[in-house]
């Protein structure tokens, strides 16, 4: 089983949508949560980040961590059609080399107009 | 951009040579990173740096060497490239401390013939 679990879609929804994407990992020992988004031909650009349980938002993005379940979660209201990219969830267990990060393979998002 | 620059950003070769690719820093961050992205396999680790001269391994490091001779340049080289390393590849910074996140180059598109 890897570390980290990522369905890789593709997800297509139309624009306005409220979009979910979801990470599940098996190590507890993670405690900082990353989301990156990763438009086609570039390089990932890092979302939102959380450090252990508990939700954080950003304009349209909320991210939500439930260590307890072993779940991540990213939430995007309102999509548009630059929402379009892949999303990679990435955890690190923090320290050292140990603050090296793990990434889920990602899930393509397309935003129909 | 948070400072990082991959060079070359194409490059095609032939099985058996040698290919070393460049990642150049402006920030002065202690943590240099190479990965390797393929569909289906999501971000890999190849190796990753803690400082000049201090090198480990990632995930997938076999017929992978980096070498880190200044803070701000990482190189990865090919000692002998093969099919199998026909991939994009990564650059990625972190400074100490902080929540582990990792911020990318624009990647180098390599592909062996």
């Known amino acids: 089983q890897k570390e980290v679990e990522q369905d890789p879609g593709p997800l297509s929804v139309p624009e306005g949508a409220i979009v979910s994407l979801n990470c599940t990992y098996s190590?507890?020992?993670?405690?900082?949560f990353m989301w990156y988004r990763q438009y086609s031909r570039k390089g990932p650009e890092l979302l939102m980040y959380t450090y252990s349980s508990g939700n954080k938002e950003d304009g349209r993005f909320t991210a939500q961590v439930d260590k307890s379940s072993k779940y991540i979660s990213l939430f995007i209201r309102d999509s548009q059609p630059s929402d379009s990219a892949t999303y990679l969830c990435a955890m690190s267990e923090g320290g050292g080399s140990q603050g090296n990060l793990i990434f889920g393979k990602g899930t393509k998002l397309s935003v129909k107009p | 951009d948070a400072g990082i620059t991959q060079s070359p950003r194409h490059k095609v070769t032939e099985t058996g040579t040698p290919v070393t690719l460049r990642c150049h820093q402006t920030e002065n961050h202690r943590y240099m990173y190479w990965y390797r992205q393929d569909p289906g396999h999501g971000l890999r680790l190849i190796h990753y740096?803690?400082?000049?001269?201090?090198?480990d391994k990632g995930e997938v490091s076999d017929g992978y060497s980096v070498s880190r001779s200044k803070t701000e340049d990482f190189l990865l080289t090919l000692e002998s490239a093969t099919s199998s390393q026909t991939s994009v590849y990564f650059c990625?910074?972190?400074?100490?401390?902080?929540?582990?996140?990792?911020?990318f180059g624009p990647g180098t598109r390599l592909t062996v013939t």
């Open positions: 740096s803690y400082g000049v001269k201090d090198t």
């Open positions: 190590n507890s020992a993670f405690q900082y």
């Open positions: 990625a910074i972190r400074e100490a401390g902080g929540i582990y996140e990792q911020y």
